[in-house]
């Protein structure tokens, strides 16, 4: 999970250029890539897109793979000028090359030094320059099959130094953060909200994402509305909490393991920080070892997790027009492979913006197709549709 957190120091000048149709899907390649616990080490994926760099004029376009992120608020590309370990072997933005230019207004000068926390692995730091760019990702559809074109230009962080701890770990080049514009250094620099910018259809300010529940096959992200056909229930709408904060926050009126309360949440509830930047379940650290022990999976003979049997695991959420909603998971939901056995997919947090808050990553994702309202501030969950996912939420 990326935290890294500006102020809005500027209000939005001008729109983007989004070319051809703001209704698009943009397919997510499945990347494996390995997390370290302690000595043991455990798979997870990395769903990553093809964005084409210096697409509107440059001498050259260069493509470089992306994960979107939720929970960060820049476009983050390492520079040709890094030379750190974690810059080798990955394909580096080199602005003269594509005819990007230095964004020479920013309100922290030309460079900046700051830090990208991702709940798998350990904070890292990020030194960079300030660029503004054109964007193309392919290939892309719109809502039909239709092929469409879909560019745009916006600012950029292209980042000279990376620490080797964690990024030499990730099987990607850059970052696109997709948090509401409190995370980015000016709205500018705000991926969701110059899209959601380029047009006054209300649905356009959506993005919604589908990670196969079954772990197999690529994802999808959709841009400018959600997918009906990817829900196989009514999606269920909650409001964004703390907005100003910038994260895509929701409230949990308590968590559950089977039908016992599995953490204290306050009277006003616990915070849910839905991010698809991490894989798993992030809770918190003085919570973990019970819930860990709590959730009592079991190893199927043929050490296939999408099997294994626990205890029901859910989040109420507040906040939603139905009395009670839940988001439920099962022991072949959130169990994985870590060395011989099947371990559940979570991870004690470390230091967080707020209190009693649980970061929620692909591991709920795969179950429950989200959908980011940026014009209303909320967000959606509907139960993916696969043979898997036959309960209604």
């Not at 930047?277 to 650290?285: F, H, K, M, Q, W």
């Amino acid at each position: 999970m990326a935290l890294l957190q500006f102020a809005v120091l500027a209000s939005l000048l001008g729109l983007p250029e989004v070319s051809a149709s703001n209704q698009v899907l943009l397919p997510l390649k499945r990347r494996p890539g390995e997390v370290m616990y302690g000595d043991t080490v455990a798979m997870r994926s990395h769903f990553v897109a093809t964005l084409k760099v210096g697409a509107k004029g440059g001498e050259s376009v260069q493509e470089m793979d992306v994960v979107f992120d939720t929970s960060s608020g820049q476009v983050i590309l390492p520079s040709v000028q890094c030379k750190d370990n974690a810059c080798q072997d990955r394909n580096l933005y080199a602005r003269e090359v594509t005819g990007g230019e230095v964004v020479p207004d920013s309100p922290y000068g030309p460079n900046v030094d700051t830090e990208l926390d991702m709940v798998d692995f350990d904070r890292g730091s990020i030194k960079g320059s300030f660029a503004s760019d054109s964007f193309c990702f392919g290939p892309t559809t719109d809502f039909s099959g239709k092929s469409v074109s879909t560019c745009m230009t916006m600012h950029l962080l292209e980042a000279y130094h990376m620490a080797d701890t964690p990024f030499l770990q990730l099987p990607f080049d850059g970052v696109i953060g997709l948090g509401l514009n409190p995370l980015s250094i000016t709205p500018k620099f705000n991926f969701a909200g110059m899209w959601a910018a380029s047009s006054k259809v209300t649905t356009w300010s959506q993005f919604a994402f589908y990670f196969p529940p079954s772990r197999q096959g690529p994802g999808e992200l959709a841009l400018g509305g959600h997918v009906a056909s990817r829900l196989a229930s009514p999606l269920v709408w909650v409001p964004v909490e703390e907005p100003d904060a910038g994260y895509w926050l929701v409230r949990f009126k308590a968590v559950r393991i089977g039908k016992a309360s599995a953490y204290g949440c306050p009277s006003a509830g616990c915070y849910g920080l839905i991010d698809t930047g991490s894989s798993r379940i992030g809770v918190p650290a003085n919570a973990y070892d019970s819930m860990a022990s709590s959730l009592k999976i079991s190893t199927p003979k043929d050490g296939d997790c999408r099997s294994a049997t626990g205890a029901e695991f859910s989040f109420v959420l507040a906040g939603a027009a139905e009395a009670e909603s839940n988001l439920v998971l099962t022991g072949g939901d959130y169990a994985s492979l870590v060395g011989d056995r099947c371990e559940p997919e979570i991870v004690a947090l470390r230091e967080m913006p707020f209190e009693h808050v649980f970061v929620i990553g692909e591991t709920l994702l795969r179950r429950y197709y989200t959908v980011f309202d940026w014009e209303k501030k909320r967000i959606g969950f509907g139960l993916s549709k696969e043979e898997k996912n036959k309960d209604e939420l």
